[in-house]
């Protein structure tokens, strides 16, 4: 179905392009299913050449996290998706904390009490509690019954002298109008026959999601709303406030849920789907980017390893489908590994690797380190390109599979003869072919060295030359290829090892 896409021109105040909002609740840490509304906003937004705003929807105070606000901020930042405008960079239509904002919505609220679009509603929490309890009874779905709204103004100001407590309500229309989702097409929801008017003001002086998201949205100048599906049913009574206004709607677009591969709720159990724990784990915010596109919609295939700038460049918001994406982080992994090949191969990602992996092997080995060289820049970022392709992180090379890496073996001249009964012929074998190599090793060149070298034992298999050059250089059985190894360590540092191996 096409649906067609508005407001890709200029935005308030001459500004080029769509103006887009993330509006997260400050109650917790970033999770996953919140990183693919803020990703899906950021792109589109990128694609025309438009704006990304974080506001911050604190309006429910009781569920708010102190630093929560930060911290989503901050995992925007982790992301390489930064907001344009937000609490922290600020901009010309802030504040962007709605909790900053009430006397805008109060005033809203005033207004559209004046215009008859709204009421006071003075029921208690004791009346709308049994209510509830009546409706379920029955089996039916609770709502307000809207007694309030039959109130003469005289009733009104009768109870307002009086002192009692009073929240607003708006006043449900019956025959909404149909409007075009940028996802699910023409759509509309009769709010008026299945629901009770909704508060909009409660009685502290916060709004509801409702009037907040409408009045923030039209001075804020938004262009288009892409959020969750679970709004959609609300939609219809949005643009009722929207009409009571007499403001222009921007544009809806609902996402389909993310859910796991087997297509039920994300799980926020034990944090692990929350960006801290991802970022605390050593995954790279390029490879929770690609993952997330790559099980939903939007794109014209789903390919692994696509970069933030081509999510961009290839995102068609009319190809975004109905059905929910399945997000499977058993492959989690695997994205990471391909994005981390990509960090280790550009000259500029890979700088900032060598640190972290300098950090890292002071952290893991600390006075275990066989020297002050293992530190050096060369010889890091050697290991990263002879490693690129194997591994799927970055401390995945302070394992103990590449202890060997920082730390020399301890390996005895019983353990080498158990293997082979030429050890000291194969030993001064591979020590006369180091000392020969004038030039900078390569592991093509040694593994021709290796085959020649094998052919001038008496009776040891090529295997189990390998096996023991293995066991002298590592410590270990497995691993990566011995000329791996060597090329690795550099010659010096194989002939010392040779040696400790042959005189312990």
Same mark, same amino acid.
């Given at each position: 179905?096409?649906?067609?896409?508005?407001?890709?021109?200029?935005?308030?105040?001459?500004?080029?392009?769509?103006?887009?909002?993330?509006?997260?609740?400050?109650?917790?840490?970033?999770? &996953?299913?919140?990183? $693919?509304?803020?990703?899906?906003?950021?792109?589109?937004?990128?694609?025309? %050449?438009?704006?990304?705003?974080?506001?911050?929807?604190?309006?429910?105070?009781?569920?708010?996290? /102190?630093?929560?606000?930060?911290?989503?901020?901050?995992?925007?930042?982790?992301?390489?998706? /930064? /907001?344009?405008?937000? /609490?922290?960079?600020?901009?010309?239509?802030?504040?962007?904390?709605?909790?900053?904002?009430?006397?805008?919505?109060?005033?809203?609220?005033?207004? &559209?009490?004046? $215009?008859?679009?709204?009421?006071?509603?003075?029921?208690?929490?004791?009346?709308?509690?049994?209510?509830?309890?009546?409706? !379920?009874?029955?089996?039916?779905?609770?709502?307000?019954?809207?007694?309030?709204?039959?109130?003469?103004?005289?009733?009104?100001?009768?109870?307002?002298?009086?002192?009692?407590?009073?929240?607003? *309500?708006?006043?449900?229309?019956? =025959? #909404?109008?149909?409007?075009? +989702?940028?996802?699910?097409?023409?759509?509309?929801?009769?709010?008026?026959?299945?629901?009770?008017?909704?508060?909009?003001?409660?009685?502290?002086?916060?709004?509801?999601?409702?009037?907040?998201?409408?009045?923030?949205?039209?001075?804020?100048?938004?262009?288009?709303?892409?959020?969750?599906?679970?709004?959609?049913?609300?939609?219809?009574?949005?643009?009722?406030?929207? *009409?009571?206004?007499?403001?222009?709607?921007?544009?809806?677009?609902? !996402?389909?849920?993310?859910?796991?591969?087997?297509?039920?709720?994300?799980?926020?159990?034990? =944090? +692990?789907?929350?960006?801290?724990?991802?970022? *605390?784990?050593?995954?790279?915010?390029?490879?929770?980017?690609?993952?997330?596109?790559?099980?939903?919609?939007?794109?014209?295939?789903? %390919?692994?390893?696509?970069?933030?700038?081509?999510?961009?460049? %290839?995102?068609?918001?009319?190809?975004?489908?109905?059905?929910?994406?399945?997000?499977?982080?058993?492959?989690?992994?695997?994205?990471? $590994?391909?994005?981390?090949?990509?960090?280790?191969?550009?000259?500029?990602?890979?700088?900032?690797?060598?640190?972290?992996? %300098?950090?890292?092997?002071?952290?893991?080995?600390?006075?275990?380190?066989?020297?002050?060289? #293992? &530190?050096?820049?060369?010889?890091?970022?050697?290991?990263?390109?002879?490693?690129?392709?194997?591994?799927?992180?970055?401390?995945?090379?302070?394992?103990?599979?590449?202890?060997?890496?920082? #730390?020399?073996?301890?390996?005895?001249?019983?353990?080498?003869?158990?293997?082979?009964?030429? @050890?000291?012929?194969?030993?001064?074998?591979?020590?006369?072919?180091?000392?020969?190599?004038?030039? @900078?090793?390569?592991?093509?060149? &040694?593994?021709?060295?290796?085959?020649?070298?094998?052919?001038?034992?008496?009776?040891?298999?090529?295997?189990?030359?390998?096996?023991?050059?293995?066991?002298?250089?590592?410590?270990?059985?497995?691993?990566?290829?011995?000329?791996?190894?060597?090329?690795? !360590?550099?010659?010096?540092?194989?002939?010392? $090892?040779?040696?400790?191996?042959?005189?312990?």
């Amino acid at each position: 179905m096409a649906r067609a896409l508005r407001g890709l021109g200029s935005g308030p105040g001459g500004q080029r392009g769509p103006r887009v909002r993330f509006g997260p609740s400050p109650t917790g840490f970033l999770h &996953l299913g919140g990183l $693919r509304t803020a990703l899906y906003n950021y792109i589109f937004a990128k694609k025309h %050449q438009g704006t990304f705003i974080l506001r911050v929807e604190d309006t429910d105070q009781n569920r708010v996290v /102190p630093g929560a606000a930060e911290g989503i901020e901050d995992m925007l930042d982790w992301a390489g998706i /930064p /907001p344009d405008e937000s /609490p922290r960079r600020g901009g010309s239509f802030g504040p962007y904390r709605q909790s900053h904002r009430l006397d805008l919505y109060q005033s809203a609220s005033a207004e &559209l009490l004046e $215009r008859g679009a709204a009421y006071r509603c003075f029921c208690t929490p004791q009346r709308l509690d049994l209510l509830k309890k009546e409706a !379920l009874r029955s089996q039916q779905t609770p709502r307000y019954d809207n007694r309030c709204r039959q109130l003469t103004p005289a009733e009104v100001a009768q109870k307002l002298s009086q002192g009692l407590d009073w929240v607003v *309500r708006f006043r449900l229309e019956k =025959g #909404v109008e149909p409007f075009q +989702d940028l996802v699910y097409g023409w759509t509309k929801h009769e709010v008026a026959e299945v629901e009770g008017d909704p508060v909009i003001l409660k009685g502290d002086g916060f709004p509801t999601y409702h009037l907040a998201n409408v009045v923030d949205d039209h001075h804020m100048g938004i262009s288009h709303v892409l959020r969750g599906t679970e709004w959609l049913t609300s939609t219809s009574k949005h643009l009722l406030l929207y *009409r009571a206004f007499g403001w222009d709607p921007p544009q809806f677009g609902h !996402l389909p849920l993310l859910l796991n591969k087997y297509g039920g709720k994300l799980s926020k159990r034990q =944090g +692990d789907i929350f960006l801290e724990h991802f970022a *605390r784990d050593g995954y790279l915010p390029e490879a929770l980017l690609d993952i997330i596109t790559n099980c939903g919609s939007g794109f014209p295939a789903n %390919q692994m390893g696509r970069t933030l700038e081509e999510l961009i460049s %290839q995102f068609e918001i009319d190809r975004i489908t109905t059905h929910s994406a399945l997000l499977d982080l058993e492959k989690l992994p695997e994205f990471n $590994r391909i994005h981390l090949t990509r960090h280790i191969e550009n000259d500029g990602l890979r700088q900032k690797l060598i640190k972290e992996l %300098q950090l890292l092997v002071e952290q893991v080995y600390g006075d275990q380190r066989v020297d002050q060289e #293992v &530190l050096e820049k060369d010889y890091v970022e050697r290991v990263l390109l002879l490693r690129k392709g194997h591994i799927s992180f970055l401390k995945n090379l302070v394992s103990s599979d590449y202890s060997y890496l920082w #730390v020399r073996p301890s390996v005895s001249r019983e353990q080498l003869q158990t293997v082979s009964g030429e @050890v000291d012929e194969i030993g001064k074998l591979v020590l006369g072919l180091m000392t020969r190599q004038v030039s @900078v090793l390569t592991m093509e060149e &040694l593994n021709k060295d290796l085959r020649s070298l094998h052919q001038q034992t008496k009776e040891t298999k090529y295997s189990n030359v390998m096996q023991l050059l293995r066991l002298a250089l590592s410590g270990q059985q497995h691993g990566p290829s011995v000329a791996e190894m060597m090329v690795t !360590l550099g010659p010096k540092e194989v002939c010392g $090892r040779i040696h400790k191996a042959l005189s312990s």
